[in-house]
């Protein structure tokens, strides 16, 4: 052993953590140098504190600008991790001695960190750039390793005279030594490597070597800045020599142990440093997750399985049998059938097949083989699961309170635990019940996070309808969201002020009518009364500027649904209410010019329009309308649904039927201008036709009498194919086609009259309508026209037997059998004593 100790590991290796503290305990130096950013030498102390569970992060970033940062991740196996806790116990001095991070930052452009390039950052032994590869605002990688086919490269190899290429260096040991996997080699000679009795020191100087006639042969290898880096860290380490004398251990990368060794002048370093950029950086500790160490997240240093490393650390002896008993845990979870008998089994083969292989011992290829055959049966849909949660593993780390973070991550954190949300790297559901207090908070706090851009959750499908007071979230945590948390910062200490802030700056500086709408359901769902004013005023403004009918149809479903958060939230919505009635009345007038001479591909747009429309009528038809009363007078032209409501037609009892509002009235006056008017697409003149006739404003007889107009000789093909798909496109129309034979025969009927030069035209846009459909209702339809639809002989008039399965007349009696389920379900009207007794009544 030589002074200084220079011990060249593999970052977040677990057979160089093993080594790393093996050496530490025999040489016991007087002080530690590790590979990292020193602005953090006063944060190393918290590494000891109960509340410090790694996987963790040290976190850099630009103090003005938080999205400028980068990660130095740490695992319970990193080496450095090993020897900052080895020196934390025995009252050794430990720092860090690689180039600042305020020098780090300051080489990259802001733009480059927004596309996560040139992380300076510590690296692995040269296998990927960059230990801390974590950088820029997306939270990306950093610099990665552009070797060449199964990693070889070298000096030379360049499209250019004298260009150098990256050097992958596991590659080229690897291949050296007859291997085609650098993992597969590292594995064999590092992890499996028992005690043996070559010394402590023997791993690191032979892994020294190495890498010394790699560099002899590659120079830098195509990392320009590790020269600025090694000179900076012999700075460090002459001055940690001075200071405490030659017993001083270094832990760093591999690849830079030779440039350690070099001897230099003082002066020599000192001028590869003169003029280095610099910015005022901050530096924290944050939370980390095994899947962002691996390297299919793109982490430059990242290894392949963090979960199957964590278990080697671990793990005294027997690591293969334990790793097996993990999985049979895991996969019993899942309700699969694995006995002990599975477990012998699959490490029987595992055994077997690295013996097979000339392994020293089952690596994670055999165990996985062994459990892809074994327990798995062959499939690798369950050994999905089995990768995912324990090769990779999902586990995330902790931070003590101590530790230095922003005023809104305190808050945040505050309302995590009030709230009892716990961050955890798993995805889970969470299911909301508005109505209750704790739910209506937590619902608050993530909203309000993502109006942010914190994406800790994002809202699911609900297993419970569309009710308005149930939600259902997405959660996971991921730990670039600190740099989010930091970015968010500058708004507010809080996250109710930061949250009311940026919502007021977007609505000042928002130019699309639709991104206020959206803005403005934002804040009710997160409960932002200061900010709503602001943001209903903005609304305001653009909705009186703006003209085009397709942004007024985007911008007013989102601020009809803002309208029904008022009954569960307890937020008054009427100036919303005033400025979404003022939205449609505008979009009623403004729709049937917009729907003239439209392509295909603008016709598609405006049906999606269309039906957001339509459902938001829905949604305001209890809204009294500002400017207009109601009348009892019959609306004229108006359709059957519509002469009862306002009591011109058959009398309807107040509890069957409630009264349309005038709004939704005059929306139907819309759309049978729309549907009757041959100028408007087919789609758009079929899907108006199809929205009367579910709401009951036009009869079966009209719908028809529409169909065999839009299908008639005289249509065109493709406009004829286009109103069917209009008509009954969507997962409901075929059951209008089961359940409405005439419309079937309507559609057989034109269907085998197309001309065959026009049928090749029309059949795209036939098959995707009924592509829809689900499989029993393309098979009831294919059943019904095979026999002949029943209505074929009776389309002029609609009379004749009715369809099967469907009498002529309703049958009153067959109607009342299911009051009692609806009464129960919906709750009855006349009180609940008589639910459970009605029976024979009238419908």
């Not at 690296?123 to 950088?135: F, L, N």
């Not at 080699?185 to 590092?190: A, G, L, T």
């Not at 890498?211 to 600025?228: I, Q």
């Not at 519509?642 to 509002?661: D, F, K, R, Y």
């Amino acid at each position: 052993m030589a002074w200084p100790l220079l011990l060249g590991v593999r970052h977040h290796g677990p057979g160089s953590a093993r080594a790393v503290r093996a050496a530490l305990t025999e040489a016991r130096p007087r002080t530690v140098l590790i590979e990292g950013p020193p602005e953090a030498d006063e944060l190393i102390r918290l590494a000891a504190e109960e509340g410090m569970r790694p996987p963790v992060a040290l976190l850099a970033h630009v103090v003005d600008e938080p999205g400028r940062s980068s990660f130095w991740p740490f695992a319970e196996f990193s080496p450095e991790w090993v020897a900052i806790r080895w020196a934390l116990d025995h009252d050794v001095p430990v720092r860090f001695i690689d180039l600042p991070a305020a020098h780090s930052l300051a080489q990259r452009a802001p733009e480059q960190d927004a596309q996560a390039q040139d992380a300076p950052v510590p690296e692995a032994t040269r296998e990927e750039e960059g230990k801390g590869g974590e950088t820029g605002e997306s939270g990306e990688t950093g610099e990665r390793e552009e070797s060449g086919e199964n990693g070889e490269s070298g000096a030379g190899n360049g499209d250019e005279p004298g260009e150098e290429v990256r050097v992958d260096p596991l590659a080229v040991l690897a291949r050296t030594a007859g291997y085609d996997d650098p993992e597969r080699w590292w594995e064999d000679v590092v992890e499996h490597r028992g005690g043996g009795h070559e010394g402590a020191f023997a791993p690191f100087e032979a892994l020294g070597e190495a890498m010394t006639a790699l560099r002899e042969t590659y120079g830098t290898g195509g990392h320009d800045r590790d020269e600025v880096r090694e000179a900076y860290m012999r700075l460090q380490l002459r001055a940690a020599q001075k200071e405490f004398g030659q017993e001083v251990a270094v832990v760093c990368g591999a690849w830079h142990v030779p440039a350690l060794r070099t001897r230099t002048t003082l002066t020599a370093d000192r001028a590869v440093l003169k003029g280095l950029p610099k910015v005022k950086a901050e530096m924290t500790w944050v939370p980390w997750t095994y899947r962002r160490l691996s390297r299919a997240t793109g982490y430059g240093a990242g290894i392949e399985s963090p979960g199957w490393y964590g278990h080697l650390f671990h793990c005294a002896d027997r690591p293969v049998e334990r790793w097996m008993t993990k999985v049979a845990g895991l996969l019993r979870e899942e309700d699969r059938l694995v006995s002990s008998a599975h477990v012998i089994e699959a490490v029987r083969l595992a055994d077997t097949l690295a013996a097979m292989r000339g392994r020293p011992l089952a690596g994670l290829a055999e165990t996985t083989d062994a459990i892809r055959a074994v327990m798995c049966e062959g499939s690798d849909v369950p050994l999905d699961l089995v990768r995912d949660r324990l090769v990779v593993g999902d586990v995330l780390g902790e931070v003590p309170d101590s530790a230095p973070a922003v005023p809104l991550q305190r808050d945040l954190t505050r309302l995590q635990r009030r709230l009892r949300l716990k961050p955890e790297a798993l995805e889970r559901e969470l299911d909301l019940d508005l109505r209750s207090e704790n739910d209506g908070a937590r619902s608050r706090l993530l909203h309000r996070l993502r109006l942010l851009g914190i994406g800790w959750g994002e809202p699911a499908a609900g297993r419970t309808g569309t009710g308005t007071f149930r939600e259902s979230w997405r959660l996971r945590w991921e730990p670039e969201l600190a740099v989010r948390v930091a970015e968010a910062g500058v708004w507010g200490t809080t996250v109710l002020g930061a949250a009311t802030a940026k919502a007021e700056q977007e609505a000042v500086s928002a130019t699309v009518l639709a991104d206020i709408t959206a803005l403005a359901e934002h804040c009710l769902l997160a409960e932002l009364p200061d900010a709503l004013p602001v943001v209903m005023r903005a609304l305001a403004d653009r909705a009186a500027l703006d003209a085009d009918v397709g942004r007024l149809a985007q911008a007013l479903p989102a601020l009809v649904r803002s309208l029904r958060y008022g009954d569960v939230r307890g937020t008054d919505t009427a100036a919303l209410t005033e400025v979404a009635a003022g939205l449609a009345e505008r979009i009623f007038v403004g729709l049937p010019p917009a729907c003239v001479a439209l392509d295909g591909e603008a016709a598609e747009e405006m049906r999606r329009h269309l039906d957001a429309v339509h459902s938001a009528v829905g949604l305001l038809e209890e809204v009294p309308h500002p400017g207009h009363t109601s009348s009892r007078e019959p609306t004229p032209g108006a359709g059957p649904a519509v002469e009862a409501a306002e009591g011109s037609g058959p009398s309807l009892s107040e509890e069957a039927v409630a009264a349309p509002s005038g709004m939704r009235v005059r929306w139907w006056r819309v759309l049978r201008t729309l549907a009757a008017r041959e100028t408007v697409a087919g789609v758009l003149r079929g899907r108006c036709a199809r929205l009367l006739l579910d709401e009951g404003e036009l009869t079966a007889e009209e719908a028809a009498r529409l169909m065999a107009l839009a299908l008639s000789r005289g249509t065109p093909p493709d406009q004829a194919a286009a109103w069917i798909e209009g008509f009954v496109g969507g997962g409901s129309g075929g059951m209008l086609l089961v359940h409405d034979e005439r419309l079937l025969a309507l559609v057989d009927q034109w269907l085998t009259q197309v001309p065959d030069a026009a049928f090749n035209d029309v059949l795209p846009l036939l098959r995707r309508t009924f592509s829809a459909y689900e499989t029993g209702v393309r098979r009831t339809l294919g059943e019904l026209v095979r026999r002949g639809p029943a209505g074929a002989n009776s389309l002029a008039g609609g009379t004749g037997s009715a369809p099967s399965g469907f009498a002529p007349e309703l049958d009153p009696v067959r109607a009342d059998a299911v009051l009692p389920v609806l009464y129960l379900l919906l709750g009855d009207p006349r009180g609940v004593s008589g639910a459970a007794e009605v029976s024979g009544c009238g419908t």
